[in-house]
């Protein structure tokens, strides 16, 4: 835990309140001295080798500029090819990993039809028939040499392959299907194959104390001690076999969530972290390392239904993933709060109950945390930037500045 940063609750409260009194809700609020702390835990965590910001886990230009100017931050992990060109012409990075693979013709026509976005964009590809679909958009010979990179799917898969822990992702598992795409890679006629990457979901997305849940715990942590050194050989030989083809520029795994254990990887060069920054409540459940709460929305009380309970004005901003309690929003402030089971964070109203909701008024503001990190700035057109118990800037999220690339 980092003891710069407050961790009293009410405190907490009470500062953010006076910082944004001012304020009418909905909003959303970073607390930069969190943030601040949290990118540089994670910078130190990745012991001497870059870390790549995920753009998805944070949704603002601002903000992204700003985790990139603290020591050990490089590059940009984007979700879109739209996105990635967006944010090298403005300047954020010209150095920007897409991280999934894309059939956005016009997104592809845009990067290929100018040479310093291509130099600055590397586009993810795990078959040759994504290569020949940017083929049939800019033939080889009327665009500038693509940058690619090569996902390594990172999933685990025991009981001679009979079992699948981890994301569907990259068909290319072994050493040998990485070799032989990359080899497929270099013999076509404008690309270049700089990079090669690998996200162990089952290690870096999956937290190992789920709370009320000791005997998953355990299974958790038991697979991710087997998973790990199995990764680590086969990465490290897919390496060895894609360089027999290409010099890489870099070897790119983990995240948030394994950003020690991944560094420690000889064969990796960097890692990528996003929702560490802003500390959502998934990240509640790691015992390696916890993020200190960086972001909340405020939502205003507006009816008192019963005693015990209190009712906000909104409150649905699900997360993404599997459709369970986990991806539900949670009130944090003031503490002793809890959603109510027949209907949870409604899209209008979002009744609460617990020891504090009988003390709520009509006015009053409930601080809440989303279970992911940049799907709170899908919500927002702007995010208030607090120090102390001030805002010191209000900055657009990606929807702020009217951009939704997914």
């Known amino acids: 835990m980092h003891t710069d940063v407050p961790t009293d609750r009410d405190a907490l409260r009470d500062r953010l309140d006076r910082a944004t009194a001012h304020l009418d809700p909905p909003f959303a609020a970073i607390d930069l001295t969190a943030f601040d702390a949290n990118a540089d835990a994670l910078s130190a965590r990745a012991a001497g080798k870059p870390v790549r910001v995920a753009s998805k886990s944070v949704r603002c230009r601002d903000l992204l500029t700003r985790a990139l100017a603290r020591p050990g931050w490089q590059g940009v992990m984007a979700y879109t090819v739209r996105e990635a060109s967006w944010l090298v012409r403005a300047g954020v990075s010209n150095d920007v990993l897409v991280a999934y693979p894309s059939a956005d013709r016009a997104g592809l026509a845009e990067l290929a039809a100018d040479a310093e976005l291509a130099a600055a964009v590397t586009l993810m590809v795990d078959s040759p028939d994504q290569l020949d679909l940017i083929d049939t958009v800019a033939a080889p010979d009327r665009r500038a040499p693509i940058r690619v990179c090569l996902d390594l799917d990172a999933s685990w898969r025991p009981a001679r392959g009979r079992l699948h822990i981890g994301v569907r992702r990259s068909p290319v598992h072994s050493a040998a299907d990485a070799g032989a795409l990359a080899a497929r890679v270099v013999a076509r006629r404008g690309f270049r194959l700089v990079g090669l990457m690998s996200y162990e979901a089952q290690i870096a997305g999956l937290g190992d104390a789920p709370p009320g849940q ?21 990465r490290g030989a897919a390496v060895a076999a894609v360089r027999e083809h290409a010099e890489l520029d870099f070897v790119n795994g983990g995240g948030t969530g394994s950003v020690a254990a991944t560094s420690a990887d000889p064969a ?8 560490g920054l802003y500390g959502p409540t998934l990240f509640d459940t790691y015992r390696a390392w916890r993020p200190v709460p960086a972001a909340f929305f405020a939502l205003a009380v507006v009816r008192r239904p019963a005693p015990g309970l209190a009712t906000v004005l909104g409150g649905g901003w699900i997360a993404s993933g599997p459709a369970e309690p986990s991806r539900l929003p949670q009130p944090w402030l003031p503490p002793g709060l809890k959603l109510i089971g027949s209907e949870g964070a409604g899209e209008v109203q979002t009744p609460l109950a617990g020891t504090a909701a009988e003390a709520l008024t009509v006015g009053d503001r409930v601080w809440f945390r989303h279970a992911k990190a940049g799907e709170l700035s899908e919500h927002v057109n702007e995010l208030h930037l607090i120090e102390g118990d001030r805002v010191v800037a209000t900055v657009p999220s990606y929807r702020g500045e009217g951009q939704a690339f997914l």
């Open 268 to 275: 990796v060069t960097e890692v990528t972290a996003g929702s």
């Open 214 to 234: 000791a005997l998953r715990g355990v299974a958790i942590r038991a697979l991710q001690r087997r998973s790990y050194p199995e990764l680590t050989a086969r």
